[in-house]
């Protein structure tokens, strides 16, 4: 103890560093995921004081359930989801299907649930985790040699992450969708595919975006000739897009407020409010329930405690708590790509990578949405957004990110 006491500052740090990777049970990831609870409940009780709302009881109760299903995944070697990767694949698209079955709920006018009477399920939550364990799966088996090799393995990945895109989108749920392509990205290019793929990719992808500009484009001429049709839902009849009028507008509203919602009463309210909840925050904040924004019902209580709950953090404890669950953030998404050098298989590698990845458009999206910098599309934040199904998913993932770390060396 004393010697490490004496050492330089960087000798410090790398013998730290070195003492991590050469534990049994990595403490980073779930010193980060207990901070983060711990402050979901004080926030969620925030958001819902002025209704008196139980839902932080509830999360209390999916940490808990959370915490155990972390130790069970994090204690079972993790080439198992290797050999029954297709299984589990198949498991996660038939609840995808099963949303158009009489176990499916809608909620808010959108088909996404599955109601088990006890409890529901976000259908596109398990899909995430099916999916990036079968799309690793394919990559860690296949053998890319040239250009011609990889776009068979690509074609294999691609058609795993289309199907479960096609039914999200189907629900229709734009938000979940936009996190599988970062994640398919992340993936094959880990996978070191050939430089022409990318550049391939990179082509399609601008002319994707073009074309969604092109449409939305197309939306705000349509209602600015007839804003009597701006809640008619006229528009998808005829456009050449198969999105939703409602996901038109969260474009919109994003891109060109002063055209969907100039009065910033309709469309844009969200948005407006939580700049307000974060720009009154100011540095240290209003201190804990002392917010105004969701106390009074400005920032609605069907957001507030969930996608929005950031907001409510950033106004209570301001610019350095906010910096500090980013902080929080940086350092679990970190720890995992870390882990995922440590890996001595392929699999680990690709599911190490992907679940990094996940977490870190969840968080880029749902923060960047409450300050402005990204559209409105209801993604939550981990550990942090009320939500049962997400709160066990985000569990399930890290637990997967231990089990590399604890069983490394078996690979």
């Known amino acids: 103890m004393r010697s490490f006491l004496t050492q330089p500052l960087y000798e410090k740090f790398a013998s730290l560093i070195k003492h991590t990777e050469d534990a049994k049970f990595d403490l980073i990831s779930p010193i980060c995921m207990v901070i983060l609870g711990v402050m979901s409940i004080f926030y969620i009780y925030s958001a819902q004081s002025y209704t008196h709302g139980h839902q932080?009881?509830?999360?209390?109760?999916?940490?808990?359930?959370?915490?155990?299903?972390?130790?069970?995944?994090?204690?079972?070697?993790?080439?198992?989801?290797?050999?029954?990767?297709?299984?589990?694949?198949?498991?996660?698209?038939?609840?995808?299907?099963?949303?158009?079955?009489?176990?499916?709920?809608?909620?808010y006018g959108a088909q996404r649930w599955l109601n088990f009477k006890v409890f529901s399920v976000q259908a596109s939550d398990p899909a995430k985790i099916?999916?990036?364990?079968?799309?690793?799966?394919?990559?860690?088996?296949?053998q890319i040699i040239n250009f011609k090799s990889s776009l068979k393995v690509v074609g294999k990945?691609?058609?795993?992450?289309?199907?479960?895109?096609?039914?999200?989108?189907?629900q229709p749920d734009l938000g979940s969708c936009l996190v599988f392509p970062p994640m398919l990205f992340a993936l094959l290019y880990v996978s070191?595919?050939?430089?022409?793929?990318?550049?391939?990719?990179?082509?399609?992808?601008?002319?994707?975006?073009?074309?969604?500009?092109?449409?939305?484009?197309g939306y705000a001429k349509f209602i600015q000739s007839n804003p009597e049709s701006k809640h008619t839902g006229i528009y998808q009849t005829q456009?050449?897009?198969?999105?939703?009028?409602?996901?038109?507008?969260?474009?919109?509203?994003?891109?060109?407020?002063?055209?969907?919602?100039?009065?910033?009463?309709?469309?844009?309210?969200?948005?407006?409010?939580?700049?307000?909840?974060?720009g009154t925050g100011g540095l240290l904040g209003k201190g804990h329930n002392n917010g105004t924004q969701a106390k009074l019902g400005y920032l609605?209580?069907?957001?507030?405690?969930?996608?929005?709950?950031?907001?409510?953090?950033?106004?209570?404890?301001?610019?350095?708590?906010?910096?500090?669950?980013?902080?929080?953030?940086?350092?679990l998404i970190s720890n995992g790509i870390k882990i995922a050098t440590l890996a001595r298989d392929r699999f680990g590698v690709f599911l190490a990578i992907g679940i990094s990845t996940i977490f870190m458009v969840h968080v880029f999206i749902n923060i960047g949405m409450t300050i402005g910098?990204?559209?409105?599309?209801?993604?939550?934040?981990?550990?942090?957004?009320?939500?049962?199904?997400?709160i066990l998913s985000c569990c399930i993932l890290q637990g997967l990110i231990q089990s590399i770390y604890r069983f490394r060396r078996n690979a």
Request: aromatic residues 16%; proline residues 5%.
């Open 56 to 107: 932080w009881m509830m999360q209390i109760l999916w940490l808990f359930i959370g915490f155990i299903i972390y130790v069970l995944i994090s204690s079972v070697n993790y080439k198992i989801y290797l050999e029954n990767a297709h299984i589990i694949y198949t498991i996660c698209i038939l609840m995808l299907l099963l949303i158009w079955s009489p176990l499916g709920m809608k909620v």
């Open 373 to 390: 910098i990204m559209p409105i599309t209801g993604i939550p934040l981990p550990f942090l957004s009320y939500g049962g199904s997400f």
């Open 300 to 331: 609605p209580n069907s957001v507030a405690p969930n996608d929005f709950i950031f907001s409510v953090l950033a106004e209570e404890r301001g610019f350095m708590g906010g910096f500090f669950v980013i902080f929080l953030f940086a350092i």
């Open 239 to 278: 456009a050449i897009l198969p999105l939703k009028d409602y996901q038109r507008k969260r474009i919109l509203t994003f891109v060109a407020p002063h055209i969907i919602d100039p009065k910033g009463i309709g469309d844009n309210w969200n948005l407006r409010q939580s700049l307000i909840s974060i």
């Open 130 to 142: 099916g999916t990036l364990i079968f799309g690793a799966a394919i990559l860690a088996r296949s």
């Open 157 to 170: 990945v691609m058609g795993a992450f289309f199907l479960p895109i096609v039914l999200i989108f189907l």
């Open 192 to 217: 070191k595919l050939s430089k022409r793929f990318f550049i391939t990719t990179f082509g399609i992808f601008a002319l994707l975006i073009g074309i969604v500009a092109w449409d939305v484009y």
